[in-house]
């Protein structure tokens, strides 16, 4: 598939379509339209069809698409046809219900290593997976070439934290912390930001 | 000030800005600029100023942003100069992480009720509230005139339990479970997710 530009905002949405997809699939659908899964997702046709058609083409005229080849389209084009290594920087409470959420192995995300600075956590295990001194963590990431880490540090560490990922060579950021990180060009961060979300609600009420 | 459309983009970003002016404002900081505040957030100045530009004129040319009396403003303005009573539904492991959260507190949103469906957990309590069976939850709402829910159900029971909150007079929603809700458009969702955004940054791995 040719490499062409983007927009940021489709890939977001790509995530999305794939999930609405697993649905369908449950229901024992084999088949669905940019009509259904617009409906699903509070789109328009048009904009599932524009999304979509910067990649290929996926469905038929008249026949709609097939939900199991999109889907592994989809996951290609995301790159989630592999299992991605990730570590978690700040096991408080967050951290915590973060390392036992199954969502992330559910899809393709094997969470492998769990940092913190407190002497009380370190060296105690959540699951089968130990809790290491954040110090060890630019060697951890070195070695074993991770580049996605969770951030779930308190607001005032997370920008020195998120400056020591960088350097260790981590790529990709799921940001916990309530700050605005800055980030080279080349680091992606996603920020997790409920309390934004319930302000940006009460406006409307 | 008069009411006027506001692009939602910009509502959201709001409170990304007032964020940004507490952070200044615990550096002893006084004033700011849409520059300043730019750097901080990964826009352009002109992006700040014509956002804030909506509702009406805070800075003076030359001298920058009040940091104070913006904050003021912003705060009145996403309607959170007041205390807003929230409810959490389905206390798992993330909710639970969720009830022992201080972030929300410390913006201005109270946590004031739980509800579970699970017996073994009906009628405990985290923290100084208890746990009440999820049928309570209409009446609940409707008495003390909730309008603010965190929904925080497995991804099979979500919809339903939407609806439920919807039709019990609920205007806003925190989702956490890893689904597109569908709402009436007066009713607002604001959903966090994890995995699609780590799906979403793979890509550019």
């Not at 990709?172 to 934004?196: C, D, G, H, Q, R």
């Amino acid at each position: 598939m040719p490499q062409k530009f983007v927009p940021a905002i489709v890939i977001a949405r790509l995530p999305l379509y794939l999930r609405t997809l697993g649905f369908l699939a449950r229901e024992d659908k084999r088949v669905t339209s940019s009509q259904e899964l617009a409906e699903r997702l509070g789109l328009t046709p048009a904009q599932i069809r524009k999304d979509l058609s910067y990649f290929g083409e996926f469905g038929k005229q008249g026949t709609g698409y097939d939900i199991a080849f999109l889907e592994k389209q989809l996951r290609q084009i995301l790159k989630i046809d592999r299992v991605w290594e990730v570590f978690l920087v700040g096991v408080g409470d967050l951290g915590r219900a973060l390392a036992h959420y199954r969502g992330f192995q559910e899809n393709g995300f094997r969470l492998i290593a769990l940092f913190d600075n407190a002497p009380s956590k370190i060296g105690t295990s959540i699951g089968a997976i130990a809790i290491q001194d954040v110090k060890e963590m630019p060697r951890v990431v070195r070695e074993k070439k991770l580049q996605i880490a969770i951030l779930a540090v308190p607001a005032d560490a997370a920008q020195s934290v998120a400056d020591e990922l960088v350097r260790a060579g981590v790529r990709a950021i799921l940001n916990y912390a309530p700050v605005t990180l800055n980030v080279p060009p080349k680091v992606k961060v996603y920020s997790i930001e409920p309390v934004a979300g319930l302000q940006g609600m009460t406006y409307y009420l």
